[in-house]
């Protein structure tokens, strides 16, 4: 074998050894920067977002309640044309969903945007548990305030809207957490109690809570 024949087979061994090194870490650069990170949420998010619709499903005005523009650190009703299903953890879950998807305009959002709701279910005694993601308390704006609103909202959009609840855990990525973002104790329960609705509350009809 000729000179140049060597020095071009060693050429090609040299090339094949380089390629079966560095083309497996091509790759999977290459499949990381295709998987980033927002892709990899919105693909969880599209996985557990809860149904849009169930066959119970009936229009009816929900009574939502998202922040107050108007009076910070206040939570403001908003009566909202929706479909909300018959069964009472369907209802939750797309009460909820609402609540993070549809506030009326920035500054009412009580539940930061990347929040999904992974489950939300009921136990005896009208014990209503929504297990939220991590970004329920990532994304939380810092201070006491916003955690209170926040709770307060779930709280209050849920009893306004399902009959016969009393209670209400919330857990974070199917775990009890210590607090919300650092203030609101999560490892006991909520108190629920349907607020009186604007017109009542204007009749004095209604006993505050």
């Known amino acids: 074998m000729g000179r140049r024949w060597k020095i071009a087979v060693l050429v090609l061994v040299v090339l094949v050894i380089a ?3 560095y083309l497996p870490r091509l790759y999977h650069r290459a499949v990381g920067l295709e998987r980033n990170p927002t892709s990899e949420q919105a693909e969880r998010h599209a996985i557990i977002e809860p149904p849009v619709s169930t066959p119970s499903d009936v229009e009816t005005k929900a009574r939502m309640f998202w922040a107050s523009p108007a009076s910070p650190g206040k939570l403001q009703e908003t009566d909202v044309e929706m479909k909300l299903s018959a069964n009472p953890v369907e209802r939750g879950k797309q009460l909820i969903a609402a609540l993070i998807a549809n506030p009326p305009s920035p500054e009412s959002r009580t ?4 929040t999904s709701l992974e489950e939300f279910y009921l136990l005896p005694g009208g014990v209503a548990v929504a297990d939220f993601s991590s970004e329920l308390s990532t994304e939380m704006p810092s201070g006491i ?8 909202s779930i709280s209050d959009t849920l009893a306004a809207n399902i ?23 999560l ?3 909520f108190r629920l109690q349907a607020p009186p ?4 509350a204007a009749n004095g009809s209604a006993t505050p809570h």
């Open 187 to 189: 490892t006991g329960y």
């Open 145 to 152: 305030q916003s955690e209170l609103l926040a709770v307060d």
């Open 19 to 21: 390629g079966a090194i």
């Open 163 to 185: 009959p016969n609840l009393r209670r209400l855990k919330i857990l974070i990525d199917g775990h009890e957490a210590k607090t919300l973002a650092g203030h609101i104790d």
């Open 197 to 200: 609705s604007a017109l009542s």
């Open 111 to 114: 539940l930061p945007a990347g």
